[in-house]
């Protein structure tokens, strides 16, 4: 072929994909990845794979929505299709300046994933997806277009087809398929078929409005009326089965004024502005709620920290144990088991995997807790940005009908984190301290991924970003509504990154397109030329945003790291200091102004009750809460010294005498097993107890003066003593008084949990490149020329050659001495049989040595392993 001669228009997918560079070929692997898993051996079986049901359904739920609608209608046209064609069907007669202007970024999208190939004048849309989008009986067209007059004709008697072309002034034909084209023919005349409904009765042009944009399927009597009548006879109305009718293709289009489409939707919806405020009000309004996201997961750590509630036989958490966190975290039950995930999700918490199993601290949250809090804030963002549990979903049903629990299976869904990551890039697009319209953003992402078929109120898509907008503000994410510095840093590149960079995206708002599909200036993108026929300039929608992502994946590990230490950096400097001080008051009480250091926190929450929190905490000191600190080891003494330490103010002298006279009566009781006994050197004290009437339960008996015993056990015994308003305390075999410290309980080390991804992984660059020279190579010694055997015809392409073994070595010893390359069918050990163009260097025991073009790399096959060999065909001139 001279290099002013054309390449040929391409025959199948196979031929288009062919004509690729490797650059395009990448993006296309790219963007769907399930075509490389495993990787295809050639282009024709890349093609054939591109092809499938399952691949193309995936490939056009990831289409955005005028994506999908050119697909629509082109699903409608003729087979093949000229650009001109499709351009009328997407703008109408009055060529709506929008439509024209991005209809070529959409087709150069369907090309580049490999749904549409062919030439400018030659655009075909791949069968399968042709099959789903063409409107039927069963699956209407979602362009709400019927079939054309000859699908609607074909079980039709020839007689009456000549009738209706008798009765629309057309001259009669000799056979049924050339009166159907006919038939046609008028109908997509404009001149013609104006003329034909201007003699149409008005109630008839009533009906046929009824019908013009969809369903087109209508249900008559058998006697119709005279206005239906009208149209049948005409065939402007064409019968499909008794008692129903059909508006023709051709008549409904000629009524739309060309549109497939009643509203073409070129142009993405705006991401309106609900607020604006000062960036520094966000920023500190989601640092503030930072820090209450960090306190709320220590306060739900702390209530578990001795063993949490126990794991239900099917997994996840109890409604009665997720009320009782609630009412602990004084948040809602729902809000309570988005903490409880959140948590879960960045491994602070797991099963201990014991006989009675149960919920429990991992050894994660110990070093965690030892992490600044700004650190320990992005590890919970990161959890939530990346993980597929969705708290959302719990106390809903399953597809069984079965309750999803807290921390249970069922929960996770693989598009959430996309949907967050889209959502937080959206939110970023706007200028710093706007907050969105909530209902702006589902109307953009419903465009960027629209439902196929009717609408429906549980699109779980919108659900997410519902979900996004309340918990990024729960997190800190977000402040007012309006992403914070932390969270745009959190993103890192994420919304700056063009679609299909870290995640296969099939839709476009600006930028590089998905897989590379050329830039908005008209040149090439990443795709590189598409092959022969792609003329086509790209002028698809764009927005002056940063965001321009579609489909965000998780950053690579090392831009995370990056991403990472940036929202540290920004988001440390607004957390509040902790404090090493508190301000006892005369009332019992002590406010905390602020976060406290932990050894000052964990001492304090011993010493007194947490009676409200807010920006402040205030802490309540009662009898019940001095005799804990005692019973963990404390005397009076160092009780009085750790108040005067910390205290900004006096130490209150009811405080002081609060712990005193605690202290005097702690311990005069003691508790000892017996089952259980109590000794008292007061022998009034223990006259006083058995006088007593609330002791009855305890069935107490003295056993000398100074020692009584008991039926119940000493735990039991000792709550009943303290419940009569005595300071017991307990004691060892020997005497000794017992201290009694929470033993925090803790599971076996454990990871968190993996989310679960959509279809297959992205690939990265190194197996995408990696897959294409395996695909090349491939496909060249699948389509390599071959001679034919003197004896038999050159075999049919991809069919293994096939020779005896006396020919394969001789032909493998005359290409080493020649130094030509080759053909080969080799079977490996497991059975794959696979083709190979390999130039052999050397033959000897039983093995043949070469430089295989197919692997791009030395190797050596045994002999009895090859099928056949064929000398290639000389290369053409």
């Known amino acids: 072929m001279s290099s002013d001669e054309k390449p040929s228009a391409p025959r199948s997918l196979a031929e288009a994909l062919r004509a690729r560079d490797d650059a395009s070929l990448a993006a296309l692997l790219r963007a769907r990845p399930d075509l490389i898993t495993p990787v295809p051996t ?55 300046a929008a439509v024209v202007a991005a209809l070529p970024g959409a087709v150069a999208v369907l090309r580049e994933q490999a749904l549409v190939w062919g030439d400018h004048d030659r655009l075909r849309l791949v ?6 989008l063409a409107p039927s009986p069963q699956h209407p067209s979602p362009t709400g277009l019927g079939p054309s007059v000859r699908e609607a004709t074909a079980g039709m008697s020839p007689g009456r087809i000549q009738e209706i072309v008798t009765a629309a002034g057309l001259p009669s034909t000799h056979d ?35 019908l013009v944009w969809g369903p087109p399927y209508g249900q008559v009597t058998a006697d119709p009326g005279a206005r239906l009548r009208w149209l049948l006879d005409r065939g402007l109305l064409l019968p499909t089965a008794p008692g129903t009718v059909v508006l023709p293709r051709e008549v409904a289009l000629h009524l739309r004024a060309g549109r497939a489409h009643r509203t073409p939707e070129p142009v993405p919806p705006a991401v309106e502005p609900a607020a604006t405020h000062r960036p520094q009000v966000v920023d500190a309004a989601a640092a503030g709620q930072a820090y209450t996201a960090l306190a709320t997961v220590e306060e739900l750590m702390k209530d578990w920290d001795e063993g949490g509630p126990a794991v239900l036989r099917a997994g996840g958490l109890s409604l009665r144990d997720l009320k009782r966190t609630a009412v602990a975290l004084d948040v809602s039950e729902p809000m309570a088991a988005f903490w409880v995930e959140l948590a879960y999700a960045a491994g602070l918490i797991a099963s201990d995997g014991e006989a009675d199993e149960r919920y429990a601290a991992t050894p994660a949250y110990d ?41 249970g299976p069922g929960l996770d869904r693989s ?22 319209a909530a209902e702006s953003v589902l109307a953009r992402l419903s465009w960027e991924r629209p439902l196929r078929g009717p609408q429906r109120d ?208 702690h311990g005069h009781l003691r508790v000892g097993a017996a089952s259980a006994y109590v000794r008292c050197d007061d022998d009034a004290m223990l006259n006083e107890i058995l006088a007593d009437k609330r002791a009855a339960a305890l069935r107490l008996r003295r056993l000398a003066p100074t020692v009584l015993a008991a039926q119940a056990d000493p735990a039991a015994l000792l709550e009943g003593l303290r419940a ?41 660059g190194t197996l995408l490149s990696a897959a294409v020279r395996a695909i090349r ?92 060999v064929a000398e290639l065909a000389d290369d053409e001139a």
């Open 777 to 868: 190579a491939g496909d060249l010694a699948a389509t390599a020329p071959r001679k034919p055997a003197d004896d038999a015809a050159a075999q049919a392409p991809g069919e293994l050659p096939r020779t005896s073994s006396a020919e394969t070595l001789a032909t493998m010893q005359a290409a080493v001495l020649t130094g030509e390359a080759v053909w080969i069918g080799y079977v490996n050990a497991e059975g794959s049989a696979s083709q190979r163009v390999i130039a052999p260097v050397r033959v000897e025991g039983g093995f043949v040595t070469g430089y295989d073009h197919t692997a791009d790399e030395v190797r050596t096959y045994p002999l009895h392993r090859i099928t056949g």
């Open 367 to 407: 070093e965690w807790l030892e992490r600044p809090a700004a650190d320990r804030w992005v590890r919970l963002a990161e959890a939530w940005l990346t993980g597929t549990r969705t708290p959302g979903l719990v106390g809903g049903r399953d597809t069984k009908e079965r309750t999803l629990s807290a921390l």
């Open 724 to 764: 009569m308003g005595f300071a017991p305390a307990a004691e060892s075999a020997e005497g000794d008084v017992l201290i009694t410290r929470a033993d925090a309980h803790r599971s076996p080390p454990r990871t968190a949990p993996e989310p679960v991804p959509e279809g297959p992984p992205v690939p990265d």
């Open 127 to 132: 069968r399968t997806a042709r099959e789903v």
């Open 415 to 436: 598009a959430a984190p996309e949907v967050r990551r889209r959502v937080l890039a959206l939110l970023a697009g706007l200028p710093e301290g706007t907050s969105p």
């Open 42 to 96: 050639d282009l024709t079986q890349l093609a054939t794979r591109a092809g499938t049901r399952a691949s193309v359904l995936r490939a056009l739920e990831r289409l955005d929505r005028f994506a999908l609608q050119t697909a629509e209608a082109l699903a409608v046209a003729a087979e093949p299709a000229a650009y001109e064609e499709l351009l009328e069907l997407m703008a109408g007669d009055e060529r709506d």
């Open 458 to 665: 549980d699109d779980l898509r919108a659900r997410l970003a519902r979900w996004t907008l309340s918990e990024a503000e729960l997190l800190g994410i977000t402040g007012r509504g309006a992403l914070a510095s932390q969270g745009r840093a959190l993103l890192g590149a994420a919304a700056n990154r063009p679609p299909g960079a870290g995640g296969s995206a099939a839709g476009r708002s600006g930028g590089t397109g998905p897989g590379g599909t050329p830039g908005v200036d008209g040149s090439a993108g990443a795709g590189g030329p598409q092959g022969p026929g792609d003329k086509l300039p790209f002028h698809h929608h764009t927005e002056p945003t940063t965001a321009t992502a579609l489909a965000l994946g998780p950053l690579p590990a090392a831009e995370q790291a990056v991403a990472s230490a940036a929202a540290v950096r920004l988001l440390a400097p607004l957390l509040p200091e902790p404090l090493d001080h508190v301000l006892l008051q005369a009332d019992l009480t002590a406010v905390a102004p602020g976060p406290l250091l932990r050894p000052l926190a964990d001492m304090l929450g011993v010493l007194a009750d947490v009676e409200s929190k807010g920006g402040a905490t205030v802490y309540r000191f009662t009898p019940g809460s001095v005799r804990r600190a005692l019973d963990a080891g404390r005397t009076a003494s160092d009780l009085h010294a750790f108040l005067a330490e910390h205290s900004r103010t006096p130490v209150p002298q009811p405080l002081t005498y609060l712990i005193d006279d605690v202290a005097r009566r």
């Open 176 to 210: 049924a398929v050339s009166a159907a084209s006919a038939l046609a023919d008028l109908f997509g005349d404009r001149r013609r078929m104006g003329a034909l409904l201007a003699e149409a009765p008005a109630e008839s042009l009533e009906v046929l409005e009824r």
